[in-house]
Each structure stands twice: as C-alpha cells, then as structure tokens.
C-alpha cells in the first residue's frame, strides 16, 4: 500500500497562462479622476515585474451606479491597459460589498446578527445569504460581468466575492434553516433524538420552534450548534454557486475560486472546495524580526500553505499577502528587509502558484490608507518595498518550470472542522480554550523542523498515501472515521492520536460503551477511563522507559493498557504508575496514543521517532539547522526542494548528495552556506 512511486502530471491553476502570477488587488475605480495616476500604474506594474492585477472586488457601485444602469468604462480601460502593459486579470465578482443604494432600496439584504437586529448599511462582508433579492441583484451583475469580459484575453480566473464569512440571522435564513434541517431529518423524532432535546426539556414539537443558535436563546443543545454550522457552510456555499453558475453560463473554461482565510474557523472548508477549480488564500503573517518568534510564525504559515495546497490537492494561489505592513494588528510592523522574499517564496514552496497582494496602491482614504502597498502614497518606484517586490518578481519569473508540479507528502495531519465546532462547544476539560490548532501546530512543528513535507487532511480524503497519520485531538470521531483509521492501521500505516480521541460521535452524541469508540479501543489497545484537566500552574512529570522525566500540563487522561505496551507513565497524584504514553501493534502498522498534554519536549521527540520508524525523510539529505527547512515539489521526474532559512544568522548545512542550484545551475555538495532569510531552490540532476 505504502510503497512504490506513482508517476503525477503537473496541475494548473489556468493551462493557458502557466507562469506564476505576481500582482495583486487593483483598484483603479478610486482613481476615476486621475488619470495619470492610472497610467503611472502601468508603468510601475511592469517596474515591479508584476504580471497580474485582480480587480473589482469593491467596485459594484462603480459598476451599477443606479439600478439597473451600468457603467463598465473604468473596467473596460482597466482590463485593456493591463494587458497592453502584458498583464493580466483575475477579476472579482462584487458581492462582499453592495451599494448604499441598493441597501436602502432592499433592507433585506442587510444581515441580522444573533440578537435579531439588522445591520445599518456600512462596512462589507455582511449580506443575508439567503434573501433572494441579494441573490438576483447579484446574479445580475455578475452575468454582465462574464458576459462583457468572457472573451478578453487578459480574463484568467474568477474571484467569488471576498473573504466569504459570518453568518445571519434573519427571518429567512431560519426559515431556510428550518428546511435544511427537514431535508437531514425528515422527522423531528429523529432530530429530537439525534440533538438529545430532553435534556432540560428542549423538545421540539413543531419545526416552527427551532432557531439557530443565540445567546439571546439557544447555546446548550451542541447537535443545533454542529447543525447550524453546517447550514451555514452550505448556504453560504449556495449562495457562491449561484454567482459561479452566472459566471460558467458565459465562461465555463475559466476557473473559479474565492480567497480563504486559513484555517477560520466559521465554515468548514472541504464542503466549499467542492465547487471551486482551485484554492485561494489570504496569509497575513506576523512577522516581526525577532528570530524566535519568526521562526514560530514560518510554521503556522507553512501549516496554512499546506492546508490550501491538500485542499484540492495541487497548485493554489496565494491571494492576498502584505508586501510590507497590515493595518489591523495591535502593532503594525512592516516586513523587515529580507522577510518579504522569504515568505512569498515559502508559499511557492509550500504549493503556491501564486503570489499577490493586498494592495497595489494605498488608497488615500478610509480605514486602509496605512495598509501596505506595492505603491505608496508617495506614489514612485524608490521605496525599500516597492523594489523587494520588484526584485522578487524578477526571481518569479524564472520559476516557470516549478508552476503546476505537487508535492508527495507522506505524512499527514488530521484536521476536521466539525471536530473543531464540537470540542469548543464542549463545557467541559477547559471549557473556554481547549486549545485544538495549538496542539495540532505543536504536532506540526517537529514535522516542519525536520524538513518532512505534510499534509493537512480530512476526514473524507483518502489516507491511503501515508505513512504517517497524527490525529491531535480528534475528539469527534463518526463511526466511519473510525473504521477508516482502525483500516489504515491494520494496513500497515502508523497511526498517533492524543487524549480526547473518539469522545463523541459526529451529533456530538457521547460515545457508550468506553473510550476512545467502537474498534478504536482495540486499534490503540487502551480504555480511557477519565482525564484529569490541570490548573494553569499545575504540573505533572512523565516518566519514558529510560527514566528521562518531561512534563505533563493542561491535560492528563487516565488510561488504562490493556493490549498496548506502555511508553510511558505519570509520577505523581492518584495516577500515579498509570500509562501516559502507549503504543500498539495492530494488523501490520501501529497505533500510538498519547494521554497527556505535554510542553513541545515529548511532541517532538515521538514525531521524530515515528517519522524514522515510518521511514519519512525530507527531501534535503542533511541535517537542518535550527530555523532552517526543507520542502519539496516535484513533477514527478524532477523534485525540486527549496531550502529555507528563516533565521537572521547564516547557517551551514552539509550534503552527501551532489545538487544543482535551479535558477543558477550551479552546484552544491559537501559543505555549503544559507543566508539569513535566503531562499535557496535545489534538485538533483
Ligand atoms: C483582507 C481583505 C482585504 C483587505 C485586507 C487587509 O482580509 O480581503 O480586502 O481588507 O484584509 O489586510
């Protein structure tokens, strides 16, 4: 199952344009009446070794003026000057943000929050999806959109709306609610049943009762909350396949997407990147140049990128990245010089085939004048950032052989949204922060160390291409779920999961019968009986077999070996001798279970054990520094794995191997240099 090399084609984001793109949003209807701000834009565009500008995202007013009448002269002009100048476009759809006019006009289309009321006209990212006068003015214009554009040979992919996300609470989005959960149920016996209502008589006897979640009402009954999250994932879904049908109806060639934002935590999603031709992302990193803290921030954007990248399983775009500084942090540091390069090139080498901004132009009013830019306000090409774009646009350029290759990670990281939705639901353990995407970055962290290349899955993906699956806090595990992994178990793959696993079901119904669920007992070979959740500042030791002590904190599960060997055990309280650590032979692979929290030590030292008895390496042969990684693409032929110094200090590395440098052609064996934040591209030939 496990072995031999499968050859792979390379995957693009748009076959027609093939290069990486390198731009970002673009918007030049707040510059209606400077043309020559306009025209400059061109000329820097090309300075800047830009070769994409993303456009109309915020510009519906521009577009539909009154209603009904429509002005595309900007966008015309806009589109055509990109292109001259040998760029080109991925345009947006509007929908993130409606005009005052059409607010007025259609008050419904204004969200309520979970209080019952409506928003006022203002701000963007906040339109009921569900009211149909939304949908239909939408789908208006964005059929005028695609049909005026369809043929424009500067078009290379659609941008749904922007940063979809929020939910509302309108009458019509709980009717619609109330219908999705008819379609699920068909009886209200069976959501009664399903939701456990009878605890302090919450039963519903009359579908007209249910209401989505409130703190005005509702918060206790944890199969409405998963229910409504999932409503919300797909009606907000719904609502972007409306706006893709317009557009497909004109252009079913060009490719769809919108722009994620990481791992939010809002809507699942694996359910929305069904719809979409490729993923998108928006990565605002928090870099701040100090070493130690940046080398903790490269990991949690690797984990991002490599999140977008499993998403689809090839290529995605990184949509919008800060050239220099954000403007919504609590400080708002620009990138010190160096770092841009760096984490740009760490999205590439994470699976981006796309590098591009948020913004290209400071705007010269409203809440982001001070957001960084390409373009500043002092509007030339002579500034620190616009020449580290610049530069590295040059280095874009020459990656063309890298555009559409993947990466053929062996390892994975189990990720589930509808896990995450019931474990912070849970009154119980720490019931304010359980601490999930800390565990699973403390899972990631070793893997990012050891240059090994990971894949961020899904319940639903396939698990048959790893060797190694790590499960951090899977606390929601379906019956299904667990069969999968109890299979991947008895076939050779080594499984890890930690305390909390296999708690409820996917109802977030508890499990009967003991823990971790069904089979899973005899796939790790333990029962756990309780877990004991720590103070802050309390601590316990865990002793390993070789008497090294590390420590527990936060959690300690009290479990019970009954098949497994024991790896380790807790020194002190009443479980003290009792298993902390376990591991379990099971059909040909292994399973792993570790009970207790620990502060990184033993995380790391089990991934590192596992990694070498799963027989994972990295792509890069020698050891890695601190601060320095390894990852890897490959068209199946060539592999070309991009070195990374993410520290401010040079650090040498050794090779047996004999490498090529890509873009010199230069070679690279024994001992040799990484600068401080260099991004150093290598294969071997
Ligand atoms: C994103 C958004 C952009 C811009 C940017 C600022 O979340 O999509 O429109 O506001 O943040 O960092």
């Given at each position: 199952m496990h072995s031999g090399r499968y050859i792979i084609l390379k995957k693009y984001i748009n076959e027609k344009f093939p290069h990486i793109t390198h731009g970002g949003d673009y918007n030049p209807d707040q510059w209606q009446d400077c043309p020559e701000i306009l025209s400059e834009d061109m000329r820097l565009m090309k300075l800047a070794n830009c070769n994409e500008m993303t456009l109309g995202i915020f510009a519906w007013t521009a577009l539909e003026p009154e209603e009904g009448k429509y002005d595309f002269s900007f966008m015309d002009k806009a589109i055509d000057d990109i292109y001259k100048a040998g760029g080109r476009v991925v345009l947006a759809t509007p929908s993130a943000a409606r005009p005052a006019w059409l607010a007025k006009k259609y008050p419904e289309v204004l969200r309520v929050r979970n209080d019952g009321v409506r928003i006022h006209f203002g701000e963007r990212h906040n339109h009921c999806y569900t009211s149909e006068v939304y949908r239909e003015k939408v789908r208006e214009i964005d059929?005028?959109?695609?049909?005026r554009y369809k043929d424009h040979p500067a078009l290379i992919a659609w941008h749904i709306s922007n940063e979809i996300s929020g939910e509302c609470f309108c009458p019509k989005c709980q009717a619609a609610f109330r219908e999705w959960l008819k379609k699920k149920y068909g009886t209200l016996e069976r959501l009664n049943k399903t939701w456990w209502t009878s605890f302090w008589s919450h039963t519903y006897t009359d579908w007209e009762q249910i209401e989505a979640p409130s703190p005005l009402g509702e918060t206790c009954t944890h199969g409405l909350t998963l229910d409504w999250k999932r409503f919300v994932t797909e009606q907000s879904t719904d609502f972007m396949n409306v706006e893709i049908a317009a557009l497909k109806e004109f252009t079913p060639d060009i490719p769809v997407t919108t722009n994620y934002m990481n791992f939010?935590?809002?809507?699942?999603?694996?359910?929305?990147?069904?719809s979409l031709d490729f993923i998108s992302n928006d990565l605002y990193s928090d870099w701040q140049g100090d070493e130690r803290v940046d080398i903790e921030v490269a990991k949690d954007a690797a984990m991002c990128h490599d999140l977008m990248r499993t998403l689809k399983g090839k290529p995605f775009m990184l949509m919008e990245s800060t050239p220099s500084m954000v403007n919504w942090k609590g400080v708002n540091k620009p990138k010190r010089p160096g770092v841009h390069e760096l984490s740009e090139m760490q999205a590439v080498a994470h699976g981006a085939d796309a590098v591009q901004y948020f913004q290209w132009r400071k705007s010269r009013g409203c809440s982001e004048k001070f957001h960084g830019a390409v373009v500043d306000h002092v509007g030339h090409e002579n500034t620190r950032v616009f020449r580290e774009v610049s530069r590295?646009?040059?280095?874009?350029k020459k990656l063309d052989d890298i555009v559409g290759t993947l990466t053929e990670a062996k390892a994975a990281i189990l990720y589930d949204w509808v896990n995450d939705w019931a474990l912070k639901d849970a009154r119980a353990f720490h019931p304010w922060d359980k601490k999930l995407m800390k565990t699973v970055k403390s899972f990631y962290s070793p893997l990012w160390e050891n240059g090994i290349d990971t894949d961020i899955i899904g319940v639903e993906d396939s698990f048959e291409k790893y060797r190694l699956i790590i499960a951090p806090m899977m606390y929601s595990i379906s019956e299904g779920l667990a069969e999968k992994l109890e299979g991947f178990v008895k076939q050779g793959g080594i499984l890890l999961a930690t305390y909390m696993t296999g708690m409820v079901d996917e109802n977030d119904l508890c499990y009967l019968g003991g823990l971790p669920c069904g089979r899973l007992k005899e796939v790790f070979g333990i029962w756990n009986e309780e877990i004991d959740s720590l103070f802050p500042e309390e601590k316990n030791r865990v002793l390993l077999k070789d008497g090294t002590a590390v420590t527990a904190v936060d959690y300690c599960e009290v479990i019970h070996?009954?098949?497994?060997?024991?790896?380790?055990?807790?020194?002190?309280?009443?479980?003290?001798?009792?298993?902390?650590a376990t591991v379990n032979k099971y059909g040909d692979g292994k399973a792993y279970y570790i009970a207790f929290r620990d502060t990184g030590e033993y995380t790391d030292m089990t991934v590192k054990a596992l990694l070498g008895e799963a027989g994972i390496c990295s792509g890069f042969d020698g050891e890695l520094p601190q601060g320095v990684t390894?990852?890897?693409?490959?068209?199946?032929?060539?592999?070309f794995v991009f070195l990374q110094n993410f520290s401010y200090s040079p650090k040498s590395v050794k090779t047996e191997k004999e490498w090529r440098v890509f873009e010199t052609g230069e070679k690279l064996t024994g001992e040799f240099e990484i600068e401080p934040l260099q991004t150093i591209i290598i294969y071997e030939p």
């Open positions: 059929r005028k959109i695609a049909e939010y935590e809002g809507l699942d999603y694996r359910v929305m990147s069904k590295l646009g040059e280095r874009l070996a009954d098949k497994a060997e024991v790896l380790a055990t807790y020194d002190s309280d009443y479980y003290k001798g009792m298993p902390a390894a990852h890897t693409r490959t068209d199946g032929e060539k592999t």
